[in-house]
Nanobody, 120 residues
């Protein structure tokens, strides 16, 4: 069956870094654009970044541009989110998700999420 499993979350200090991973299985990973999204406490879901199926281009929300970097390894069916210069407002549950297009359309698959807490 289709699975997206996030890992790498945890506690980080302000200004610190974390690297999230998302392992995909059960579908043709290389045919899908991948996104990272998050949901902070009491907030809605926020799209953060997306990467094209071939990894040739990526897009970022203004809130994370210059601090977060998305990448993917199609041979390993994994997508990553390198998060630097973390801020307390980055505290959220982080999700990876798959859909055909990078910036539009419904998501076909979601992971279960990984908690990121930024606090001193």
């Amino acid at each position: 069956q289709v699975q997206l499993v996030e890992s790498g979350g945890g506690l980080a200090q302000p200004g610190g870094s974390l690297r999230l991973s998302c392992a995909a299985s059960g579908f043709t990973f290389s045919s899908y654009a991948m996104s990272w999204l998050r949901q902070g406490p009491g907030k809605g879901v926020e799209w953060l970044s997306g990467i094209y199926s071939d990894g040739g281009d990526s897009q970022y929300a203004d809130s994370v541009r210059g601090r977060f970097t998305i990448s993917r390894d199609n041979a390993r069916s994994r997508v990553y989110l390198q998060m630097n210069s973390l801020k307390p407002e980055d505290t959220a549950v982080y999700y990876c998700a798959a859909r055909v297009a990078v910036l539009t359309g419904e998501y076909d698959y979601w992971g279960q999420g990984t908690q990121v807490t930024v606090s001193s």
